[in-house]
């Protein structure tokens, strides 16, 4: 499953792909972080896309009552090497 994961992300230009749960005052929530070469294009590719791990993401998504958008304020990138 990971390494079906990992082709869509490539597919996708994703870079990095990460979820947490979360728990606020008693409800459940979940998390999504991803940073993309081009998001529109990641979400374009995925919208489009015939993976298997996708059409999951796509059910899953369907079911989401509420997506609240976040603005970047501070990225770092640990790359001084």
């Known amino acids: 499953m990971l390494v079906k994961a990992l082709e869509t992300l490539k597919a996708e230009g994703v870079l990095v792909e990460s979820w947490f749960y979360l728990k606020l005052e008693g409800q459940d929530y979940l998390l ?11 979400q374009a590719v995925a919208k489009m896309s015939h993976f298997p791990i996708d059409q999951v993401h796509k059910n899953f998504k369907s079911n989401w009552l509420k997506i609240i958008p976040a ?5 770092l990138e640990n790359n001084l090497d």
Request: glycine letters at 0%; hydrophobic letters at 45%; aromatic letters at 6%.
């Open 71 to 75: 603005k970047l304020l501070l990225d």
């Open 32 to 42: 999504a972080y991803t940073r993309a070469e081009n998001i529109q294009k990641a």
